[in-house]
C-alpha cells in the first residue's frame, strides 16, 4: 500500500512538472537562449511608481520586487521622490531604457507628460504598461492594468446616498460637498465622473443639496492627492456654507482624503457619526475608522490582484504571445484606445468588512478587533 502511495505521489509531481514545463515556452534563466521567446527569461523589467500618496503604492512596490523575482526576472522598481516628481519619473524612465529594461510598468506622476520618454522606449522596442493610471496623449503605451476605475466612481455614489440615508438621521434634503482627485491624474476625473453618474440625478430632483455649488471636476480637485489641501479646502468650505446649516455627507475619492475631511468637520464640531464620508484604498487607518463608525466606505482594490496581473502579463510578453485583455474600448488616452485589463473593485462598510477582507490577514485583524 505504502509504495503504491509513494509512486502515485512521485508520478503526481513528475506530471505537475511536465505540466509546468508544457505550460510556459519559457527558456532556462541562466541559457540566454531566447527560443521564440520575446525576450530573455532573465530581463531587467522597470517599474516606475509615483510618490508614495497611498499605502497601495508601497504595497506594489514590495510586490513588484519579489514577485518579478520569483518569476525569474531582474527588478528595477523605482518611486518618484516627494518633490520635483515628474521630471524625477521622467529621468528614471529613460534610465530603465537605457539600462536595458524589457518592460516598464508605469504608476505615472503626470501621466500627460511622459512623451518623450515613452518614445525613447518604443526606439528601443520597450513594452509599456500603465500601471493602476492611464498615460495619455502618446501612442506609445501598449497596455494598461487597473480596476475599473469608472465603476469605482460609481460605488462611492452610491454609498454616499446609502450612508446619507441610514445615517443623517433625517430624510432628504441632504446638504454635501464633492471632492475629487489630483487633475494631473487620469483616474481622477473617470472616478468623479463615474460618482456623478449616480448623484448628478439626486442633485437635479433636489435630494441632494451641494450647499457651495462647487460640483465640477476643476471645483473640487485635490492637487497632488495631498491630504493638507483637502482638509484646507474642507475648512474653507465649512467656514463659507456651513455656519448654521449642518452638512450630511461628503464625496471623498479615496482614503487618505476621507481621514482629512473628518478631521476637518469635527473641528468644526460635526457629530461625524451622522455624517458619510466615502473613501477608497482599505488602508488601515480607514478600515479602522470605518470600524470606529466614522468613515462610512471605502473600496478594497486588492493590490496583489493587480500586480499579479500585471506579472502574468510581463510573462506573456517575454514568451513573445499576446497579453490577455479584457477592455478595448473604454481607455482612449487621446491617441488610441489603450487595450486594458480591468479588474473588479468591491465596496466595504462596516457591514460587510469581515468578508471583504476575508484574505487580507491584517485588515481582518483590525475588523475583528473591532467587532
Ligand atoms: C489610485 C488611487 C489612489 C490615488 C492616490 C489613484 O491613481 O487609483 O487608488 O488613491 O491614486 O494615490
Not at 518633490?83 to 516598464?104: F, L, Y
Not at 471632492?179 to 456623478?196: R, Y
Not at 448628478?200 to 462647487?214: E, F, M, N
Amino acid at each position: 500500500m505504502k509504495k503504491i502511495a509513494l509512486a502515485a505521489a512521485a508520478l503526481a509531481t513528475v506530471t505537475a512538472l511536465a505540466l509546468t514545463g508544457c505550460s510556459g515556452a519559457r527558456t532556462d534563466a541562466t541559457s540566454g537562449d531566447t527560443g521564440a521567446a520575446g525576450f530573455p527569461a532573465d530581463a531587467t523589467i522597470g517599474v516606475a511608481l509615483p510618490d508614495k500618496t497611498s499605502e497601495n503604492w508601497v504595497l506594489a512596490g514590495d510586490l513588484f520586487t519579489s514577485g518579478l523575482t520569483e518569476a525569474g526576472f531582474k527588478s528595477d522598481v523605482q518611486y518618484a521622490p516627494a518633490t520635483n516628481t515628474v521630471a524625477e519619473q521622467q529621468n528614471q524612465i529613460s534610465a530603465m531604457v537605457t539600462n536595458g529594461a524589457k518592460v516598464i510598468v508605469i504608476g505615472a506622476k503626470d501621466g500627460k507628460q511622459l512623451g518623450t520618454q515613452l518614445q525613447q522606449a518604443a526606439d528601443a522596442g520597450v513594452k509599456i504598461i500603465a500601471y493602476d493610471r492611464l498615460i495619455e496623449n502618446t501612442p506609445n503605451v501598449d497596455f494598461y492594468v487597473a480596476f475599473d476605475n469608472f465603476k469605482v466612481g460609481e460605488l462611492q455614489g452610491q454609498a454616499l446616498l446609502d450612508g446619507l440615508e441610514a445615517r443623517s438621521g433625517h430624510a432628504a434634503p441632504w446638504n454635501i460637498e464633492l471632492f475629487s482627485g489630483s487633475p494631473d491624474d487620469a483616474n481622477a476625473a473617470v472616478f468623479f465622473d463615474g460618482a456623478m453618474k449616480v448623484l448628478q440625478p439626486k442633485i437635479d430632483d433636489g435630494t441632494l443639496v451641494v450647499v457651495s455649488g462647487q460640483t465640477d471636476v476643476a471645483q473640487t480637485a485635490t492637487q497632488g492627492w495631498k491630504a493638507e489641501n483637502a482638509q484646507s479646502r474642507m475648512d474653507a468650505l465649512m467656514v463659507a456654507n456651513y455656519a448654521s446649516a449642518p452638512i450630511d455627507g461628503v464625496l471623498s475619492p479615496n482614503d487618505t482624503l476621507a481621514r482629512a475631511i473628518i478631521t476637518s468637520v469635527k473641528q468644526a464640531g460635526t457629530d461625524v457619526t451622522k455624517f458619510t464620508v466615502t473613501g477608497q484604498d482599505s488602508e488601515a487607518e480607514s478600515v479602522k475608522s470605518i470600524m470606529d463608525g466614522e468613515q462610512y466606505s471605502t473600496i478594497n482594490k486588492d493590490t496583489t490582484l493587480l500586480v499579479a496581473q500585471t506579472i502574468d502579463m510581463i510573462i506573456s510578453l517575454q514568451k513573445g504571445e499576446e497579453p490577455e485583455v479584457n477592455d478595448t474600448e473604454q481607455y482612449d488616452n487621446g491617441v488610441k484606445v489603450v487595450p486594458a485589463f480591468l479588474l473588479p473593485p468591491v465596496i466595504v462598510t462596516r457591514e460587510n468588512a469581515a468578508e471583504a477582507y476575508a484574505n487580507n490577514p491584517k485588515l481582518l485583524e483590525i475588523v475583528k478587533a473591532a467587532q
